[in-house]
């Protein structure tokens, strides 16, 4: 079993920071992949970012230059600080990790999700 705890969202006003951090704990042999999706009302979960165990990262295109993703291996933690937020930012947060376990069986984890909302 693998569990992936976020934090740090909250209320920003439009040109704030926000740092969210995702740490995964469990039957963790080794992590594949960790990334950052986000849900709006009405609209589909999105990726925002994603790095790999080697770390490649990627990013959606609305994020580019505003957001960056890292991690910290010892810890099995993810982080996204996020920069000249928009209201557009506005969503549930979830931290998702493609995970090797100790049943050696790659599966991936979702968090339950932290709000990040961006308003005046």
């Known amino acids: 079993q693998v569990q992936l705890v976020e934090s740090g969202g909250g209320l920003v006003q439009p040109g704030g920071s926000l740092r969210l951090s995702c740490a995964a704990s469990?039957?963790?042999?080794?992590?594949?992949?960790m990334g950052w999706y986000r849900q709006a009302p009405g609209k589909q979960r999105e990726l925002v970012a994603a790095?790999?165990?080697?770390?490649?990262?990627n990013y959606a295109d609305s994020v580019k230059g505003r957001f960056t993703i890292s991690k910290d291996n010892a810890k099995n933690t993810v982080y996204m600080q996020m920069n000249s937020l928009k209201p557009e930012d506005t969503a549930v947060y979830y931290c998702?990790?493609?995970?090797?376990?100790?049943?050696?069986?790659?599966?991936?984890?979702w968090g339950r999700g932290t709000q990040v909302t961006v308003s005046s």
């Open positions: 790095i790999t165990s080697g770390g490649s990262t």
């Open positions: 998702n990790g493609v995970v090797l376990t100790t049943l050696r069986s790659v599966d991936s984890y």
């Open positions: 469990g039957s963790i042999l080794s992590i594949n992949r």
